[in-house]
């Protein structure tokens, strides 16, 4: 079903506030730049809908003349691909170990099928991606410690170190909607594979966004993560650590929320956490004036 028909029982009068609520922040937001994390764990074929449903927001976004970079892991995709190429996948302290094989792999899938695939759904929304691939941005060195701070030996996965605006700004300036892969490259040129939450947070402080969006498979943090219903609406910066020493922020959430600190620090104004699997979940975040995820501010 069209999302036209999905909104065909409305009545005009209802379809009209909804419009002129969204309409101060469309003002507001007008040429900002936000930066959208999309998780490789959505890009699979049972979620066809979701993607197209995200790729309607990112063009909406930016039709509305908000500037949207967008960064992408791919994590069900490597495993597939490494499964596919014989290559056995294995994880040290929940992360993923990437040998020299490894690598190649992780290059080709997120740099070719995932960014392709991504590419391609926001052209089929009436969008103009400008695909690209990570090492151009990212220049990193070898990770050496946990998301503990624990020493930790991943073979070719990087801490990024710095980012090179320009691959992304360019396209920008032309409004087309940049889509970036999370490879990055050392000193010495050899390719290294990031976390995508943390190279996400990384470029929009380079950028300067005004935004940072991450798109996840939970409504939010939540006070209770078996309780779907217990959403941090708010999450105070200052708040982090507490959470964290109580098990509410941890696994795959400590890389986003770090991440997310690290930006707030650097300049970016809000993060947010949306769940993708709500459909325009990103546009009801931004235009609506509660919001449906979480909000990580300054104290």
Sequence with gaps: MSDLNELSHIDPATKAKVLLEALP?????RDSLFVVKYGGSFLDENNLE????????IVFLSSVGIRVALVHGGGK???????????????????????????KVVEQ????EVNE????????????????????????????FDHSGDPVELGFVGSITSVSPFEVKAPLSERRIPVISCIAVDDAGHVFNTNADVAAAHLASSLGARRLVYLCDVPGLLQNPQDSSSLISTLPLGDIERLKSSGIISSGMVPKV????????????????????????LLLEIFTHTGIGTELVLD
């Design 50 to 57: 979701m993607q197209r449903r995200v790729a309607m927001d």
């Design 25 to 29: 922040y469309v003002q507001k937001f």
């Design 117 to 144: 695939q991504i590419c391609k759904t926001i052209k089929d929304a009436g969008g103009i991606p400008a695909p690209t691939h990570g090492q151009r941005v990212f220049a990193c060195e070898k990770l050496a």
């Design 258 to 281: 770090d991440g997310a600190a690290h930006a707030i620090r650097e300049g970016v104004r809000r993060v947010h956490f949306v769940d993708a699997n709500q459909p325009h979940s």
């Design 109 to 112: 899938t997120l740099n070719g």
């Design 77 to 103: 995709a490597i495993t597939r691909a490494l499964s596919q190429s014989g290559i056995e996948t294995r994880f040290v302290n929940g992360l993923r170990y990437t040998d020299e094989a490894t690598i």
